[in-house]
């Protein structure tokens, strides 16, 4: 039996011997939807063009497909945007410290949505990575932070599979992923005087087994 006032379910057996009677709430769903925006390394910072991946999920906590625009504070169209995969998506972003960005979203439904993105940071440093055999990480940072005092630092299961040192103008460093450990490894920009974490980026090492008994990874 359901209620509509009170939007729930009944749900009755009636059997002499085995009486059965349990209340469900439905859950009042609706077309609304949240998006969340994810700056490469973890901020928004003025250090010229950057990646943001973003999340669309739906009140059902199903993802949503969306498309749009990114505009600053004056309402001026910076870039576009739109959802490539279960509400997932990315655009290059070149953050301005001082201006807020704003995404006007669009769901497939026709729900509109202004959503305010990260606030760019004076200082901090971003991390990129690719991965070509070798882990190739490029570390950008703001002018007040002395890149000799970083280092980076890769872990996977909780262990610190390799850490190194950054030198005087050295930004870029190439490490070898044959020792790494199959499966989700961070890796992090670290002050090595402040002891505190100033970028990260998740990245998955998946082995690739041939009819060699050889392995790869990617």
């Not at 055999?133 to 703001?142: H, I, V």
């Not at 909780?158 to 005087?168: N, Q, T």
């Not at 998740?202 to 087994?209: D, H, Q």
């Given at each position: 039996q359901q209620d509509m006032a009170s939007n729930s379910?009944?749900?009755?057996?009636?059997?002499?011997?085995?009486?059965?009677e349990k209340q469900f709430i439905i859950p009042?769903?609706?077309?609304?939807?949240?998006?969340?925006?994810?700056?490469?390394?973890?901020?928004?910072?003025?250090?010229?063009m950057q990646t943001v991946a973003f999340k669309a999920i739906g009140t059902n906590g199903l993802?949503?497909?969306?498309?749009?625009?990114i505009v600053d504070g004056e309402g001026t169209p910076v870039t576009t945007?739109?959802?490539?995969?279960?509400?997932m998506g990315r655009f290059s972003l070149t953050p301005q410290y001082g201006q807020r960005y704003y995404a006007e979203v669009t769901a497939q439904n026709g729900t509109i949505r202004k959503v305010e993105l990260p606030e760019v940071e004076r200082s901090g440093c971003s991390l990129t990575v690719a991965n070509w055999?070798?882990?190739?990480?490029?570390?950008?940072?703001?002018p007040d932070l002395d890149p000799e005092r970083l280092a980076i630092m890769i872990l996977c299961r909780?262990?610190?599979?390799?850490?190194?040192?950054?030198?005087?103008n050295e930004w870029f460093k190439e490490i070898d992923t044959d020792y790494l450990l199959p499966g989700i490894c961070h890796i992090l920009v670290v002050d090595r005087v402040a002891k505190i974490p100033l970028a990260e980026r998740?990245?998955?090492?998946?082995?690739?087994?041939?009819?060699d008994a050889a392995d790869d990874r990617i």
């Open positions: 379910l009944t749900v009755t057996i009636d059997d002499p011997n085995m009486p059965y009042a769903f609706s077309q609304d939807y949240s998006v969340d925006f994810f700056p490469e390394g973890g901020h928004l910072l003025p250090l010229g993802s949503v497909e969306v498309n749009g625009q945007f739109n959802t490539i995969h279960k509400g055999r070798r882990l190739l990480c490029y570390m950008s940072a703001t909780g262990k610190i599979l390799a850490s190194e040192e950054f030198r005087k998740l990245f998955f090492i998946c082995l690739l087994y041939t009819s």
